[in-house]
């Protein structure tokens, strides 16, 4: 057996690479980033304080960012269900079917393959242009909304192309999950007397758990971070009702008041939110898959 | 796994604790900061060796015109081949509108400032403060510009950029429309309901509205509030600079904006600027609150256009129904930066006295310099019409949080969310939120 | 029994069209009015076009510069992903293999730091670019996407050297190979799978990123597909007809790729989930 030291040695010997990239690129501009949320910078002038933790206190009373706080969990939550709950069905129905699989699956997976930003665009044309054409000239009238003007619209708008962006994804890791089930359990559960929803319960459901941890915490971490459709979508309007955390700080160290340091607080606060309510995820569906 | 969640968590915080020493830092940045002083210090005193390569780095928000200052930049390259034995390369960047601002301050910043680089004129003192421009007051190409242009990008009585989009507008209207209704301009706020009304009875909807870009519907607030406060109020913006006043003052200017909304347009918040100037020249509204910047593409969608331009009246007093007078934007100069003396004959180029013509034509801007010999368009001549007749206000540099703030609302009044005292009470608030932050 | 199976399969295979129609809508469309005259678009988005009209096509890709700047994006995304699957390999096998204190140390920091957002990172981020001097630089680029990608790489490779059994590699070890060797003559090639896959979810991850790019390369040479998108968005932004048509050539490569490599896609999706 190789001594601790010899065997840290060559550890980090062959992390090297890995760990120099890593802490250029990410921990340094991480750390300095914590630092900057300590000061009042404003991004542009050369001189600023250090004036400890008081862009934090500032936060406390600052509505905007408290609001675009509660616009993001309303939107973590709804995407949250909406999307597993769709690409749950659709990776079921998908297995089920018996002709046209790959097919189906290569036609829901494709946005997936398309950037946000280009993916944003095709869609701001169907909401500015192909709905009210027809509204307009099919006579459906349902269609006449607002799509990004009205508060509730924008929302739905925002879900709609988040989902198409995030669905056919979670919906191939469900597959996989699917396809782990052995058959010989489902026959059984058959043999028993089990119909398809009793069976899907009772027997796939639990066998799918990694699956759904997967992409839970997929979802949650990367709709906390939301930015590039709603900017590309609604631009956080109208007014702010549509703003999300990521937006509300883009806003905060570029725009008006052009605050740096404020915005890095405020970059610092989502990272703590994020991260524990990840743990608490994490946490939760762990204790669950060990009591299966 | 509970425990080594635990521990995890534990190691994280360690992480942060041990590496978070900020004083660090600050010393290597700076140090970082001298180094390239020297570096640069070495470059100027070298610069006397002949036929030298230079790189000059320009960064620009006009991406329609692309074309038209590539153009431009190949012609400064040629011309200084030529008569100064200098090969000049330069690399021009030109971002998105919405993306401008932000790769502007990355670069700033990173100390990775452009040689030059363009801004909206209602920041040029925030940059002139932070030491990053150029005082251009002595240069040969700024003594030809008019004086109410120059006026408009003067920093305690020093000049800190080279205007380039400078524009007299208030309210863009088709003038077939307005004759078809038998109207003419209206000078009060009465007479523009008449005009709406016989607009509409003419079945022309009477405003264009494109609220989806937050600048567009802040517009409006430009033109009433320069309006308002000119011909009744001329202390207000000083007194708002000084938490001394409040829009309260002026709320008169949601007369009008309410009278636009509720004759404008349809699906506004699913109209952004450029398709909205496309709309109005085919036809989708008889007047529009906007700039003659837009005219490029209202007369590119539909040559036959009858285009003009009239003040917006606010009240029944004509004194207050004013042509805004603006700068928008403002080419500077970087002060540190390495080939000084190149960018500003780039700069002085943009007003030569036999290209700049050609170019200020091709983009549709405004003459700005006694150079500037091309016939300007008739709308331009309606809104300097007024600018000779006295009936005109330099634009109000109000704090851009403000300005930012103002967009955002007046979409918020539009879709109904927010009602006039709600506004008032937030722009009071944003206003003195400015003040406080830049003391 | 047999007959509502049948009913069955052609009522999921009905909503399945269903679903499949408006998830392709957003391409469908673009790709139809991409090909239509200004005039036309306007008049009606929903009809073919009446005849096929090119030149939005060939006026994008001139002004996207698009087989240059296709070059660039493959350039940049093919050495991302060959930084990032080398360094994670080698880093996730030692730190599985070695069972010290340092060792979990340094997995701890990996995996928590990928819920670092971006923006906070952001200026920072820039200043060290400039301070190396790799600004404009797809080589460069490259390595960020390395240091940004690769704590879920070596999250991956962790958990799959994990199921290898050590046996291999201490049979190695006694034939006489030093750690290097045992990595890439044992080691790497049992891992293949796993490489595969870390190679595809971040090809498609630096493919599609825009913000970074957006900082970093300000060189129109250098520009990547999504940049020079964006330019051409600027510069046309009140032609549908030319946004659409710089739409479809931006999507065209990944969609084509996809489409060839759909199975690998699939698999290293689901392989890098399940796993990890």
């Known amino acids: 057996m190789q001594s601790k030291r010899k065997q840290n040695f060559s550890l980090i010997m062959f992390a090297l690479p890995a760990l120099v990239v890593y802490a250029v690129f990410k921990l340094y501009p991480a750390v300095t980033g914590i630092f900057y949320s300590m000061t009042n910078w404003n991004g542009l002038s050369k001189e600023y304080d250090f004036i400890g933790l008081k862009n934090f206190r500032e936060m406390l009373s600052d509505d905007y960012f408290w609001q675009s706080v509660i616009f993001t969990i309303k939107y973590v939550v709804v995407l949250l269900v909406i999307a597993n709950v769709m690409a749950l069905v659709l990776a079921v129905t998908v297995e089920s079917v018996k002709k046209g699989k790959g097919f189906f699956r290569t036609i829901f997976c494709l946005p997936n393959m398309i950037s946000m930003i280009i993916g944003g665009y095709m869609w701001r044309f169907i909401f500015y242009k192909v709905l009210y054409y ?24 925002i879900i709609i192309v988040a989902s198409w962006g995030c669905v056919g994804y979670l919906m191939i890791i469900y597959m996989a999950g699917l396809q782990g089930v052995p058959t010989h359990l489902l026959e059984a559960a058959e043999l028993d007397g089990a119909n398809g929803w009793k069976k899907f319960w009772n027997v796939t459901f639990p066998l799918i758990q990694p699956a759904l941890t997967v992409c839970l915490f997929w979802t949650l971490n990367s709709s906390f971070q939301v930015f590039d459709v709603i900017y590309s979508l609604t631009g956080g309007g109208p007014g702010r009702a549509t703003q999300s955390v990521a937006v509300n700080i883009y806003e905060e160290a570029f725009r008006g008041n052009i605050r740096y340091g404020y915005a890095t607080a405020k970059s610092t606060v989502l990272f703590l939110i994020i991260l524990i309510i990840t743990a608490i995820q994490l946490k939760t569906t762990q204790s669950k898959e060990e009591e299966l | 796994m509970k425990k080594k969640l635990v521990s995890m968590m534990l190691l994280l915080a360690m992480t942060l604790t041990a590496c978070g020493n900020g004083g660090e830092n600050t010393s290597a940045d700076s140090k970082a900061g001298e180094v390239e002083e020297t570096a640069s210090v070495e470059e100027v005193s070298s610069e006397t060796a002949p036929a030298k390569e230079v790189e000059l780095n320009i960064m620009m928000s006009f991406p329609q015109y692309m074309d038209q200052w590539e153009d431009y930049c190949d012609q400064f390259e040629a011309k200084m081949l030529a008569e100064e034995n200098v090969k000049v390369t330069i690399n021009l960047e030109m971002p998105s509108a919405d993306q401008y601002d932000s790769i502007l301050q990355a670069r700033l910043t990173g100390d990775d400032t452009p040689d030059l680089f363009t801004i909206q004129a209602n920041n040029i003192q925030t940059y002139a403060n932070a030491g990053y421009l150029t005082d251009l007051t002595n240069e040969e190409s700024i003594a030809k510009v008019y004086d109410n242009v120059k006026e408009t990008v003067t920093v305690d009585g020093k000049v800190m950029g080279v205007p380039i989009e400078s524009t007299a507008w208030s309210v863009l209207y088709n003038k077939q429309m307005f004759e078809d209704a038998g109207i003419t301009p209206p000078e009060t706020l009465d007479e523009l309901k008449a005009v709406c009304v016989a607009l509409q009875e003419k079945g022309y909807t009477p405003f264009m509205l494109a609220f989806q870009e937050q600048w567009v519907p802040q517009l409006m607030t430009a033109v009433t509030l320069g309006g308002k406060t000119t011909g009744d109020i001329p202390d207000w913006l000083e007194r708002m600079y000084k938490d001394e006043a409040s829009y309260e003052e002026v709320r008169e200017i949601f007369d009008v904006i309410n009278l636009i909304m509720e004759n404008g347009t349809k699906r506004a918040m ?66 540190n930066g390495l080939e000084k003396e190149v960018a500003i004959k780039f700069a002085n180029y943009v007003l030569d006295d036999n290209d700049s013509s050609a170019l200020f034509q091709a983009c549709g801007f405004n003459p700005i310099s006694s150079i500037h010999a091309f016939e300007t368009a008739s709308w331009v001549q309606d809104a300097y019409k007024y600018v000779e007749e006295g009936r005109s206000y330099q634009d109000l540099v109000l704090p851009s949080s403000v300005t930012d703030e103002q967009g955002r609302l007046l979409q918020e009044l539009y879709v109904g969310s927010v009602d006039i005292d709600g506004i008032i009470e937030r722009l009071d608030g944003a206003f003195k939120e400015a003040n406080e932050l830049s003391k | 029994m047999r007959g509502s199976r049948k009913h069955y399969q052609i009522f999921i295979t009905l909503l399945l069209i269903i679903i499949g129609l408006f998830t392709s809508f957003p ?77 979990k140390f340094l997995f701890a920091m990996f995996v928590f730091s990928m819920l670092i957002p971006f923006s906070s990172i952001m200026i920072p981020l820039y200043k060290v670019v400039l301070a190396l001097g790799i600004k404009n630089s797809l080589i460069g680029l490259a390595l960020i996407y390395a240091g940004l990608g690769e704590s879920m790489a070596i999250f991956i490779y962790y958990g799959f050297v994990k199921g290898i059994p050590v046996e291999m590699e201490e049979a190695a070890a006694i034939d006489g190979c030093n750690s290097i060797q045992t990595f890439f003559l044992v080691v790497f090639p049992m891992l293949k799978a796993t490489t595969a896959t870390v190679c595809i979810t971040n090809m498609l991850w630096v493919w599609n990123d825009f913000l970074l790019p957006l900082i970093i390369i300000s060189d129109n040479k250098k520009y990547t597909l999504l940049l020079s998108t964006n330019t051409l968005f600027g510069q046309y932004s009140s032609d549908w007809t030319a946004i659409l048509s710089a739409l479809i050539l931006a999507a065209l490569p990944a969609i084509l790729l996809y489409v060839i490599f759909q199975k690998n896609i699939m698999k290293g999706i689901a392989d890098g989930a399940v796993k990890g």
């Not at chain 2, 331009?309 to 928008?328: D, G, K």
């Open chain 1, 134 to 157: 027809m509204a307009d000239n099919w006579g459906w009238k349902f269609l006449d909304q607002s799509w990004v003007g009205d508060t509730r619209y924008a929302f739905l708008s």
């Open chain 3, 27 to 103: 391409l469908i469309l673009a790709f139809i009015n991409s090909f239509k005259s200004n005039g036309e678009l306007l008049s009606n988005v929903l009809s073919l076009p009446s005849k096929l009209y090119f030149d939005n096509y060939i006026r994008s890709l001139e002004k996207m510069s698009y087989f240059r700047s296709l070059g660039n994006t493959v350039f940049l995304a093919v050495l991302a992903v060959f930084f990032m699957a080398l360094f994670s390999s080698l880093a996730g096998w030692k730190m599985c293999r070695t069972k010290t204190r340092l060792s």
């Open chain 2, 270 to 335: 699913e109209e952004g600027s450029e398709v909205g100037a496309a709309d109005f020249a085919n036809g989708a509204a008889a007047m529009f609150v906007q700039g003659t910047w837009s005219a490029n593409t209202i007369m590119t969608t539909n040559p036959d256009m009858q285009l003009g331009v009239f003040a917006l009246p606010v009240n029944n007093n004509p004194e207050c129904t004013r042509i805004n007078l603006a700068t928008s934007t403002v080419l500077g100069v970087y002060a």
